[in-house]
C-alpha cells in the first residue's frame, strides 16, 4: 500500500529541488530507461532542472523513445543539484560510478528510492518499494495518485518499460493491475506500434550472430540450463536468458558472461516456485523469485563451476522455494 502522504511529500520535494539527478541501475533495460525518461519529462512539466546520468556506454536501442535524449554520459556537477531520484534499482551498489557522484549521507542531498524489487535495501529519505511487475506500472500508478495528466510521450516510455519486464504480458509478474495500467497508458497515447517494432522487430545481423553463438554454447542438464558467453561476445539487445527460459522441462536458466574487468555477470530465470533471488543472495546478487543477478569475481569457468555447484546441491531445499 502506498501512502498518500509520502507521495506528497516526494512531489512537494521534486516541485521545489534545485535540481534533480536521476539514475539507474547498470546496464539498464527498457524498465530502467523508460520509467527514467518518464520521470524526466514529468520534471520538465514542473520546469525543475534534471540530469539524467547513465555511465553505460552503448544506447541506441532506447533512441526511438521521447526524451531519449536526456541520456547523458558525462558527471553531473554537485553543486547543481540536491536531489537524486533512483528508479528500478535494488541498492546503490547496481548503480554503475555511484561512489565517483560525490554523494555524501552528510543530509545536503536527498535521495529518492521508488523501486519494485523485494531485495531493495530501502537506502533513500524516501522509498516508495512495491511488490509490482515493473517500475513502468509503478510509475503509472504513483503518476495517476499525483492527479498528473500522463502526455502521450510518457505513456509510451511506460508502456515499452511495462512490456519490457513482464516480457510481453508472458511473466507470472503480471496482474490485473498491469493489464490496467496498460489500458491507462493506451488511453493516454501510448505509440504501442513504435514501441512493438522497435523492441521486437529490429534484430540485426549481429543480433542472430549472438543468438546463435550462445546456442552453441548451450548445456542442458538435469532442471537446468546455461550458457557461457566470453568478454569478446558481439553486444547484442537481445535478451538471450529468455531464449534458454524457453526450453521445456527445465526449473532454472542461467547464462554467465565474462566482462573485460574480471568480473562474469550471471542472469538467473526460474520457471517454478524456486526462488533465484533467494539463490543470488547466497553470492550477494538479488532480484525478483523468478529473475535475478549476480556478479562475482573470476573466470568463466571457476564462477560457472562454483555457482552450478551450489545451485544443484540447494534445488532439493525447500527453504529456496517459494509459495
Known amino acids: 500500500m502506498i501512502s498518500p502522504q509520502l507521495l506528497d511529500d516526494i512531489v512537494h520535494h521534486l516541485k521545489n529541488s534545485s535540481g534533480v539527478v536521476v539514475l539507474t541501475h547498470q546496464d539498464p533495460d527498457f524498465d530502467a530507461i523508460g520509467s527514467s525518461l518518464a520521470w524526466c519529462l514529468q520534471l520538465q512539466k514542473f520546469n525543475v532542472p534534471f540530469h539524467f546520468f547513465v555511465a553505460d556506454k552503448t544506447y541506441s536501442q532506447f533512441q526511438f523513445l521521447p526524451g531519449s535524449e536526456f541520456i547523458r554520459p558525462d558527471f553531473p556537477r554537485s553543486d547543481n543539484f540536491d536531489t537524486v531520484l533512483i528508479l528500478d534499482s535494488s541498492n546503490l551498489d547496481r548503480i554503475r560510478k555511484w561512489d565517483e557522484l560525490g554523494i555524501t549521507d552528510d543530509g545536503t542531498v536527498t535521495i529518492i528510492n521508488i523501486d519494485h524489487h523485494q531485495d531493495n535495501r530501502k537506502f533513500g529519505n524516501f522509498n516508495i518499494v512495491e511488490n509490482i511487475s515493473s517500475v513502468g506500472e509503478l510509475t503509472c500508478l504513483l503518476f495517476s495518485m499525483a492527479g498528473w495528466e500522463m502526455?502521450?510521450?510518457?505513456?509510451?516510455?511506460?508502456?515499452?518499460?511495462?512490456?519490457?519486464?513482464?516480457?510481453?504480458?508472458?511473466?507470472?509478474?503480471?496482474?490485473?493491475?498491469?493489464?490496467?495500467?496498460?489500458?491507462?497508458?493506451?488511453?493516454?497515447?501510448?505509440?504501442?506500434?513504435?514501441?512493438?517494432?522497435?523492441?521486437?522487430?529490429?534484430?540485426?545481423?549481429?543480433?542472430?550472430?549472438?543468438?546463435?553463438?550462445?546456442?552453441?554454447?548451450?548445456?542442458?542438464?538435469?532442471?537446468?540450463?546455461?550458457?557461457?558467453?566470453?568478454?569478446?561476445?558481439?553486444?547484442?539487445?537481445?535478451?538471450?536468458?529468455?531464449?534458454?527460459?524457453?526450453?521445456?522441462?527445465?526449473?532454472?536458466?542461467?547464462?554467465?558472461?565474462?566482462?573485460?574487468?574480471?568480473?562474469?555477470?550471471?542472469?538467473?530465470?526460474?520457471?517454478?516456485?524456486?526462488?533465484?533471488?533467494?539463490?543470488?543472495?547466497l553470492f550477494n546478487g538479488g532480484g525478483h523469485h523468478r529473475a535475478s543477478g549476480i556478479v562475482l569475481p573470476g573466470t568463466l569457468e571457476t564462477v560457472s563451476q562454483q555457482v552450478l555447484e551450489r545451485l544443484r546441491k540447494v534445488m532439493s531445499d525447500p527453504q529456496f522455494y517459494v509459495s
Open 151 to 281: 502526455t502521450s510521450d510518457q505513456a509510451t516510455c511506460l508502456y515499452s518499460a511495462i512490456l519490457y519486464d513482464t516480457g510481453s504480458f508472458l511473466n507470472s509478474n503480471v496482474t490485473p493491475s498491469t493489464y490496467r495500467a496498460s489500458a491507462t497508458l493506451l488511453e493516454n497515447g501510448a505509440n504501442t506500434a513504435l514501441v512493438t517494432q522497435n523492441m521486437y522487430e529490429n534484430i540485426t545481423e549481429t543480433d542472430y550472430q549472438a543468438l546463435k553463438l550462445m546456442l552453441d554454447e548451450l548445456v542442458v542438464e538435469h532442471r537446468i540450463a546455461y550458457s557461457l558467453l566470453p568478454a569478446e561476445f558481439p553486444t547484442t539487445s537481445l535478451k538471450l536468458i529468455q531464449y534458454i527460459r524457453q526450453l521445456s522441462g527445465i526449473d532454472v536458466a542461467l547464462l554467465f558472461r565474462a566482462q573485460d574487468n574480471g568480473l562474469v555477470r550471471i542472469s538467473l530465470r526460474s520457471k517454478t516456485q524456486f526462488s533465484v533471488s533467494k539463490f543470488s543472495a
